[in-house]
């Protein structure tokens, strides 16, 4: 365990925003957590976790100790002829995972290449991208709760949904994420019916994908859209793309013919967010240091000086001309970290 005082968090936040934490405290193995949210709470400070930083936006200092999860370890162990469990600790980064089962024929992690972060934040919000969510090849994970010390939680105890689970809701600010285990396959069904990774495969001529084809294409059309994090400080998608009533979405299709939304369940329509973004003029708008990214207009980017209050109130007036065109309430995806100023 390492602990640093007065620690700035620039480096550590995909925003590249420039804020001060109190203590922040390594954790390299889950047996040092227990002291070290002992410490956190003798300091008296609140504390919060901190994996990759690529979906949180500091508004503020945090007055307050970090706990920065960097448990590392990859493992496999095989259960079936066409399956295995790959087992992760909190602190791996995401696409070092991704490459790891695709350099040895594991299926079911190809889709998700590229994403920010790390493997102990991706069951927290069900990362997802490209027709595949978490929750499709997740199997279980271990943690330890503030309370009741260190527990298992299978798939069902999850409760994953669009950008969702138990960790975001009830466990909020109670479970820590120490090791993600995943059901992998040597002989997958590739899932490509998503729409743009179809045009991408048909582009190059691929009709019956490789694994590593697939994780080589989705990151070819992750990089064609989105914003490298090392280069333009961003969170990914800044906002859920939100669910609304197939009701509500059909009246609006009446004076907004091209208005985009997939069916999302009985009666529900998932609208695009950067659809209504874009179309309220807000796509590649430069606004003081931030604006939205000129290639995806879901992505709010930091154009080098900017604080997270800049970032927020951005964020803010997208959401009242979304609201007030459309009536629908754009949800932040990202974390937000600090007071939030109206
Ligand atoms: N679109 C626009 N304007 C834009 C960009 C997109 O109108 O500037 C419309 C297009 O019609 C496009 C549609 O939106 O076909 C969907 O765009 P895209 O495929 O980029 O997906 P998204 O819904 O904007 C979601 C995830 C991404 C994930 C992609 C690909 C959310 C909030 N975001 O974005 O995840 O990479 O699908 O699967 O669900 C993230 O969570 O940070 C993230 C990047």
């Given at each position: 365990?390492?602990?640093?005082?007065?620690?700035?968090?620039?480096?550590?936040?995909?925003?590249?925003?420039?804020v001060?934490?109190?203590y922040?405290?390594?954790?390299?193995?889950?047996?040092?957590?227990p002291?070290?949210?002992e410490?956190a709470?003798?300091?008296?400070?609140?504390?919060?976790?901190?994996?990759?930083?690529?979906?949180?936006?500091?508004?503020?200092?945090?007055?307050?100790?970090?706990?920065?999860?960097?448990?590392p370890?990859?493992?496999?162990?095989?259960?079936?002829?066409?399956?295995?469990?790959?087992t992760?600790?909190?602190?791996?980064?995401w696409?070092?995972?991704v490459?790891?089962?695709v350099?040895?024929?594991?299926?079911?992690?190809?889709?998700?290449?590229?994403?920010p972060?790390?493997?102990?934040?991706?069951?927290i919000?069900n990362?997802g991208?490209?027709?595949?969510?978490?929750?499709?090849?997740?199997?279980?994970?271990?943690?330890?709760?503030?309370?009741?010390?260190f527990?298992?939680?299978?798939?069902?105890?999850?409760?994953?949904?669009?950008r969702?689970s138990?960790?975001?809701?009830?466990?909020?600010?109670k479970?820590?994420?120490?090791q993600v285990?995943f059901r992998l396959?040597?002989?997958?069904v590739?899932k490509?019916?998503?729409?743009?990774?179809?045009e991408?495969?048909?582009?190059?001529?691929?009709?019956?994908?490789?694994i590593?084809q697939?994780?080589?294409?989705?990151?070819s059309?992750?990089?064609s859209k989105?914003?490298?994090?090392?280069?333009?400080?961003?969170?990914?998608?800044?906002?859920?793309n939100?669910?609304?009533?197939?009701?509500?979405?059909?009246r609006?299709?009446?004076d907004?013919p091209?208005?985009?939304g997939?069916p999302?369940?009985?009666?529900i329509?998932?609208?695009?967010?950067?659809?209504?973004i874009?179309s309220?003029?807000?796509?590649?708008?430069?606004?003081?240091?931030?604006?939205?990214?000129?290639?995806h207009?879901?992505?709010?980017v930091?154009?080098?000086?900017?604080?997270?209050?800049?970032?927020w109130?951005?964020?803010?007036?997208?959401?009242?001309s979304?609201q007030?065109r459309?009536?629908?309430?754009?949800?932040?995806?990202?974390?937000?970290?600090?007071?939030?100023?109206s």
């Amino acid at each position: 365990m390492q602990l640093h005082k007065d620690f700035d968090l620039r480096a550590l936040n995909t925003f590249g925003i420039s804020v001060k934490c109190k203590y922040l405290i390594e954790i390299q193995e889950e047996d040092e957590l227990p002291r070290a949210v002992e410490m956190a709470t003798h300091f008296g400070y609140p504390f919060m976790v901190l994996g990759g930083g690529s979906n949180m936006l500091f508004t503020e200092d945090y007055e307050g100790s970090i706990l920065y999860m960097r448990i590392p370890g990859i493992s496999v162990e095989a259960v079936a002829d066409d399956e295995v469990l790959v087992t992760a600790g909190a602190g791996v980064v995401w696409n070092d995972l991704v490459n790891f089962a695709v350099e040895n024929g594991y299926g079911g992690l190809e889709n998700l290449a590229l994403i920010p972060g790390t493997v102990g934040a991706s069951p927290i919000q069900n990362i997802g991208a490209y027709g595949v969510e978490l929750q499709d090849v997740f199997e279980s994970l271990r943690g330890y709760h503030l309370e009741q010390g260190f527990m298992d939680f299978d798939k069902k105890s999850c409760h994953f949904g669009y950008r969702q689970s138990v960790f975001k809701g009830a466990l909020k600010g109670k479970f820590i994420v120490t090791q993600v285990r995943f059901r992998l396959s040597t002989k997958p069904v590739l899932k490509l019916h998503y729409g743009a990774l179809q045009e991408a495969l048909a582009q190059r001529g691929i009709q019956k994908p490789s694994i590593a084809q697939v994780a080589e294409v989705v990151s070819s059309v992750r990089v064609s859209k989105l914003p490298d994090p090392s280069s333009i400080g961003n969170a990914g998608s800044f906002f859920k793309n939100p669910e609304i009533p197939e009701e509500q979405f059909q009246r609006l299709k009446i004076d907004y013919p091209d208005m985009v939304g997939y069916p999302a369940g009985e009666g529900i329509v998932k609208a695009s967010a950067a659809w209504l973004i874009e179309s309220c003029g807000w796509k590649g708008k430069v606004v003081g240091p931030t604006g939205t990214y000129a290639k995806h207009a879901l992505v709010l980017v930091n154009h080098g000086s900017a604080t997270g209050s800049d970032i927020w109130a951005l964020a803010q007036s997208i959401q009242r001309s979304v609201q007030e065109r459309y009536g629908v309430l754009l949800e932040p995806e990202v974390n937000i970290i600090g007071q939030i100023h109206s």
